[in-house]
């Protein structure tokens, strides 16, 4: 089916809606018991719902601000799934897939908000 809305053209939106799929099927395996499982589900979920209202909105401050909690929630991801490692119950090559679209995302929602906003202050890429 062909996007309906703006934001289902973002790539990064199809990036995060892809994320969100594969996160779930991740979370199968894991323990609900555990609060990392909850956290990741939520912060998953932030991502596109924040770039689709971001994305709707029409000053670029609203934009940014959308824009910058869909980014906070891609790198809360990116901890969990640190957590989960570390507790032992995946490996880093379980989690590797997903930390990569992570990487793609996160720099895809730096790229928008600095499209959005020549005043904003933002350190380079090194």
């Not at 809606?17 to 990392?36: C, G, H, N, P, Q």
Request: one cysteine or more; aromatic letters at 6%; charged letters at 25%.
């Amino acid at each position: 089916m062909p996007p309906l809305f703006d934001h289902e053209k973002l790539t990064a939106y199809q990036t995060s809606i892809r994320f969100v799929a594969w996160s779930d099927t991740l979370l199968e395996t894991v323990s609900k018991s555990l609060a990392v499982h909850n956290q990741m589900d939520r912060a998953s979920t932030s991502i596109p719902l924040n770039l689709a209202e971001g994305n709707g909105k029409f000053t670029s401050a609203d934009r940014c601000r959308y824009f910058d909690i869909a980014r906070g929630s891609a790198l809360e991801c990116a901890a969990c799934l640190d957590v989960l490692v570390a507790k032992k119950k995946l490996t880093a090559g379980e989690v590797a897939e997903g930390k990569m679209m992570l990487v793609e995302i996160v720099s895809m929602l730096v790229g928008l908000v600095k499209s959005n906003s020549g005043t904003r202050v933002y350190e380079e890429g090194v």
